[in-house]
């Protein structure tokens, strides 16, 4: 008979089949990222190819933001109601079909329409496997290990810049295999999924009606839910902003076309990777709480400056404005990127884990699509620095609401965890 894991305890009883979940874990939030970044590559083309508006671009970058909202909450309510597994198979089938038409779209109605799919399945994926992993990974390493997972994310924003600026190089048709390599990508890890197994924290202490889900999440957890969305809202802002125009604000700071605009965003974007390496190496050590603060203050200076120059010194100092974007995306992965996700996961009691986290992911949908329109809108007025204010004000707000609100002590959530057993 087949041994069942103690997920929610220190020692788990199967380690090689823990690290395997996570390793599959991790390879879906790796797509997904991929994905978002992919379709910023297509925008820096469809423009021209399809003679769309201004107002039609920016539907298409905030498309898939819009589906992950609604994804993100009702993903994570399903997966408490019905279990982890079959929701992480079912959203990535999903994805495969809906990924797939996308780059085959015929125009930008269609592709609209496609990337809504694609960002509902993302956003059920983000709003299950968090919570999976934190109940499947021993408490003493499972800030470090979610961190960890979610390094791929830095990974698959770089690939995907890497492979756009390779096929925009070659064709007006290369978006198309830019979309396309995220279908291929996720074909494996579909197959992958179907060897996760239930959590069995879950089904310890599931509550079996959605009414008791969230009356349990009310008188329980009304507070962290608050916190963690703010926190995801306000960093999400200037991040999903940032990542989708990245190459069309590269192209026009620098003077590039398409594809060494893409793999301009590839060099600019590779600093998250050493980021998310330092916050794998010290989460553990000096806590949520500070990787945050200290990641939030990094952000806000870099942008304030950064809108700084590019509206008083517009046509100067080029490679100083690209430094601070290089900081700005390195303080960010080296905190708020990593801990807004991981803190929800280990909050909230595993009967209601995966809605607190999917309220938490929506919320930062909702605060990348204001952040994506936001800039949209006020660029054709106030130009790209603009913008870039519009990004350091939120992310100053999330510095405010994390010094003021999150705990300072970082084994606070360790606890929450252990005391998982509380009486539902």
Known sequence: MRKELDYDSDKSNDERISR??????????????????????????????????????TL??????????????????????FGRKGILFLDFLGYFIASSL?????????LILFRLIVGFVIGADF????????????????????????????????????????????NNSGWRYVLASGAILSLPILLM?????????????????????????RQNHTGDVAFSSVSWFSYQVGDQGLSIF???????????????????????????????????????????????????FGRTVSLFLLAFML??????????????????????????DKTIVIAPSEKFDSSVRGTGEGISESSGRF?????????????????????????????LIGLITTLIFMTRDRNDYRNQIKSDSRTL
């Open 127 to 170: 709003a299950v496997s968090f919570p999976l992993m934190a109940e499947i990974r021993p408490a003493k390493t499972r800030g470090r290990d979610m961190a960890l997972v979610m390094m791929t994310a830095n990974f698959g924003m770089v690939l995907a810049y890497g492979i756009g600026g390779f096929f925009l190089g070659i």
């Open 311 to 336: 509206i008083m010194l517009p046509d100067t100092f080029l490679y100083a404005k690209v430094l601070f974007l290089f900081t700005a995306f390195f303080f960010g992965a080296m905190g708020p």
């Open 193 to 217: 999924r179907t060897r996760i197994r239930e959590s069995e924290s879950w089904k310890e202490k599931r509550h079996h009606t959605i009414g008791n889900i969230f009356k349990y999440l």
């Open 20 to 57: 395997t979940q996570m390793i599959i874990l991790g390879s879906g939030i790796f797509i997904a990222t991929f994905d978002l970044a992919a379709i910023s590559i297509a925008m820096l083309v469809l423009k021209s190819i399809w003679n769309l508006s201004p107002l039609t671009v």
């Open 246 to 296: 990245l190459p069309i604000l590269l192209s026009s700071l620098l003077f590039i076309g398409p594809s060494a605009a893409s793999y301009s965003s590839l060099i600019v974007k590779s600093v998250t990777i050493p980021a998310a390496i330092i916050t794998v190496l010290v989460i553990e050590r000096i806590g949520r709480r500070s990787l945050q603060v200290w990641g939030f």
């Open 102 to 110: 996308s780059a085959i779209s015929p125009n930008a109605y269609w």
């Open 60 to 81: 298409i970058g905030a498309a898939a933001l819009i589906g992950a909202i609604f994804g993100g909450f009702l993903g994570g309510l399903l997966a408490d109601k």
């Open 367 to 395: 605060g990348g699509l204001i952040g994506i329109l936001g800039y949209g809108l006020l660029t054709p007025f106030l130009g790209d620095g603009g913008g870039i204010m519009f990004f350091a004000i939120f992310a």
